[in-house]
């Protein structure tokens, strides 16, 4: 696997579908991943990047494998910094991550008249909500090459968490069900999330229409159909415990809904993006609390200045891009 070293000695290792020799203009999307299940998920998306004229490249993020761990000092701030101190240490995470951007802009000579999109998935959405944020901190001719660059950033079934949107009274994820013994919720987590729903009348837009574990019979979880290689070739629970756990879970959630704000509804932020198009997107079938964060952003939108586009696709879990690479792409496209 590749990687890219920045000046501040973090690495970021990623995949890549390759440079369109037969194209002079060609989109680069840049995949940001969600906890636990890394940059292994999106390779069936790379046989298809090219016959859809995209260059897809997928980073793992920090803890994963062939990137940088955090340090002592940084898993303490994670665990138990203050709200302040957590958030110096999110927008760090934003600028290694747009720095990993600039790198391969011009490193791999990524063509502008294509562009850009940047794509997190899931939980990836807090890091890249972290990206989009301190674009105003970066050096001004970093900010002016991704300014420049990206045309899209699309927030792919992101949960609320990511968002750092307060958790209803009285619902649940595997991580905090008291029901579910702290040693198996790591594998309850990957089978639930990875689940087909059936939720009640999306359309009343009422919580109470949502469920927690009402689950389609007639579909296996995306997990229970791996094979071992499969499996191990796109999970990693080692970082949950040591910092996605703690970065998704309410205790973490002023930080991350501070940053939130300041990501899509921030004007100076927003004028720095100079017209990028941003978007939510994210299926009917899938876990309570994705569908909910959608509602929540969508609120929020409103009463702002500033757009967000979003998408429902029908019948989809949460693993569309493994499920169905082809419907996945050709469902993005219309994003980026």
């Known amino acids: 696997m590749p990687s890219l070293a920045l000046e501040s000695g973090v ?63 940084e898993l303490a701030t994670f665990a138990c910094g203050s709200d302040a101190e957590r958030a110096v240490l999110l927008e760090q995470q934003g600028r290694d991550l747009a720095m990993f951007l ?35 901190t970066l050096p001004k001719a970093t900010q002016e090459r991704l300014s420049s660059f990206v045309h899209n950033i699309v927030m792919l079934q992101p949960p609320s968490l990511a968002f750092g949107i307060p958790t209803p009274p009285g619902w649940l994820i595997p991580q905090t069900d008291p ?17 087909y729903f059936i939720h009640g009348n999306l359309s009343s837009r009422n919580i109470d229409e949502l469920t ?34 703690i970065v998704g879970l309410p205790p973490f959630a002023a930080p991350v809904f501070e940053q939130t704000q300041k ?10 993006w100079r017209g990028t198009q941003f978007w939510n997107v994210y299926g009917d079938a899938e876990p309570w609390n994705i569908i909910y964060a959608a509602w929540f952003l969508e609120d929020l939108a409103i009463k702002s200045a500033f757009q967000i586009n979003f998408k429902v696709i029908h019948g989809i879990n949460h693993f569309l891009v493994w499920e169905n690479p082809e419907k996945a792409l050709n469902e993005l496209k219309e994003c980026i």
């Open 102 to 136: 600039d790198g391969l802009i011009t490193h791999l000579h990524l063509p502008q008249t294509g562009g850009m999109a940047i794509l997190g998935w899931s939980m990836g959405c807090l890091f890249l909500m972290a990206l989009v944020s301190c674009i105003c």
């Open 11 to 73: 690495v970021f290792a990623y995949t890549d579908s390759g440079a369109l020799t037969d194209y002079t203009c060609y989109k680069t999307v840049v995949i940001i991943h969600g906890h636990t299940f890394h940059n292994g998920t999106f390779q069936r998306l790379n046989a298809l990047a090219k016959p859809n004229g995209l260059r897809i490249i997928s980073v793992n993020r920090r803890e994963y494998p062939g990137s940088t761990p955090y340090s002592d000092e």
């Open 179 to 195: 029901r579910i013994a702290p040693e198996a919720r790591g594998p309850a987590f990957a089978k639930w999330v990875s689940s």
């Open 263 to 272: 990501a899509l509804f921030n004007e100076a932020v927003r004028d720095a």
């Open 212 to 245: 927690y574990d009402d689950t389609d019979p007639d579909k296996s979880s995306t997990i229970e159909t791996l094979t071992p290689e499969e499996f191990l070739g796109m999970t990693d629970f080692a970082p949950g415990d040591r910092y996605d756990n």
